[in-house]
């Protein structure tokens, strides 16, 4: 791979300060070195999240990555807040009041990832169209660049990201919670033994003042929250194994090292804050605050309860707990809770505008995605113009990063209908 990193200004507030504070954007752009001074097309990854960095070259890359460099200049940016651009800790919201951080936070949503993606593409770029990967939240943010600037897209593939264009994030967790649930008692078929292993875990943790290695203490439903790797191919089986050396002793008196540690990894923010902060302002537009709907729908399911055995385990849901008990979210305190009170949201699709669209877009929709709703996806596939969709339940929510073909398939699919639009 031939890779040249670019690292670009661009405001703070696209919308309404442009001559106010600016931020950094960093891009890293990969090409097989062979075809460095060639005019390929070029393709710009849209990475999942909220608050997600784009995958580093290591090793070779995702194999997606390598697919792509055989026929394009493939564009990795760093979605502002995160990685190399201008990253959002600790230490920026510093000194901010409440209101003032969650104003600034509320500057890292769609509309403004794309207003900065679009800066990038007509500054560095020449202009030129760009055809864009989303996986995941990238598939969200597809839909606001389709709605925004469709001019700048030659096509779009969309891997599990089909967002709906309506609902509330009241809708999305009432919806969500069942699949969690389904997903829970098909991890329970696969490993029956672990019904009483994760009881056992959970009793000891009610019973003890347990301490991660950070300090921070163990709670049930910070246990619950391992869950989340469910939705990913590799899930199952992770969470079975680390449960396979939960207990130090035969005894069940003292949980392991190993463990515990493995818990503060898995369920600590040290890496990508933004993740848990942005997660449900993402479902904002309009009038309305969010104001913590997974706690909502949580609380609204008493078989989520911690005393609840078999113990069922939360997806991609956060909650305002999260902000005292983890260390690394607590600097966010002030802002997060700022924004999930926040009353009025900029719109982030344009229905009216995605139901002419005139861009081609190839869409995976994964059957059984505990992330995304199939049926929210659905709907959106049906409202969106000239836009192909692929039903699958061979892949879980990675489809991309598990094989290439993920890829290859929506290519060929634009491909079949006449390809990227040209010029």
Request: aromatic share 10%; charged share 20%.
């Amino acid at each position: 791979m031939h890779i040249t990193d670019r690292m670009i200004e661009v405001p703070l507030d696209w919308f309404g300060g442009r001559d106010g504070p600016t931020i950094k954007l960093f891009a890293r752009e990969v090409v097989d070195p062979v075809k460095k001074y060639a005019d390929l097309p070029l393709l710009v990854f849209l990475q999942g999240g909220p608050g997600g960095k784009s995958p580093r070259p290591t090793g070779g890359g995702p194999g997606w990555l390598a697919e792509a460099i055989k026929t394009h200049r493939v564009i990795l940016p760093d979605q502002r807040g995160t990685g190399r651009s201008t990253p959002i800790n600790a230490a920026t919201l510093a000194g901010m009041d409440g209101q003032t951080a969650g104003d600034y936070l509320a500057h890292f949503r769609a509309d403004s990832i794309v207003a900065d993606f679009e800066h990038l593409r007509k500054t560095v770029y020449g202009g030129k169209r760009w055809e864009s990967l989303g996986q995941s939240y990238g598939g969200f943010l597809t839909l606001t660049y389709l709605s925004t600037a469709p001019e700048a897209l030659a096509a779009c593939y969309v891997t599990g990201g089909l967002a709906g264009l309506n609902p509330s994030a009241d809708e999305v967790y009432r919806r969500t919670y069942p699949r969690v649930a389904a997903k829970t008692a098909r991890y329970y078929k696969r490993y029956p033994d672990d019904i009483a292993t994760i009881g056992a875990i959970a009793d000891f943790i009610d019973a003890h003042d347990v301490r991660l290695p950070d300090g921070d203490r163990l709670s049930v439903k910070r246990l619950q929250t391992i869950g989340i790797d469910f939705g990913m191919a590799p899930g199952f089986e992770n969470i079975h194994w680390l449960i396979d050396e939960a207990f130090a002793t035969p005894a069940r008196d003292r949980l392991s090292d190993h463990f515990l540690f493995s818990v503060m990894t898995a369920t600590s923010y040290d890496t990508g804050p933004l993740f848990m902060v942005l997660q449900e302002s993402i479902y904002g537009q309009g009038d309305g605050a969010t104001n913590w709907a997974a706690q909502r729908a949580y609380d609204s399911r008493p078989e989520f309860a911690t005393s609840q055995r078999p113990l069922l385990f939360t997806g991609e849901m956060m909650f305002p707990w999260m902000l005292e008990e983890i260390r690394s979210l607590r600097p966010f305190k002030a802002g997060a809770e700022a924004l999930a009170q926040r009353q009025s949201y900029s719109r982030l699709y344009d229905p009216a505008r995605l139901a002419t669209n005139e861009v081609p877009v190839a869409a995976v929709i994964y059957h059984d995605d505990m992330y995304v709703d199939a049926g929210l996806s659905l709907e959106t596939a049906a409202a969106v113009g000239n836009l192909e969709h692929w039903i699958t339940n061979e892949f879980e929510h990675d489809g991309l990063r598990q094989s290439a073909s993920v890829f290859r398939t929506l290519v060929d699919k634009v491909a079949q209908r006449g390809g990227p639009i040209r010029g």
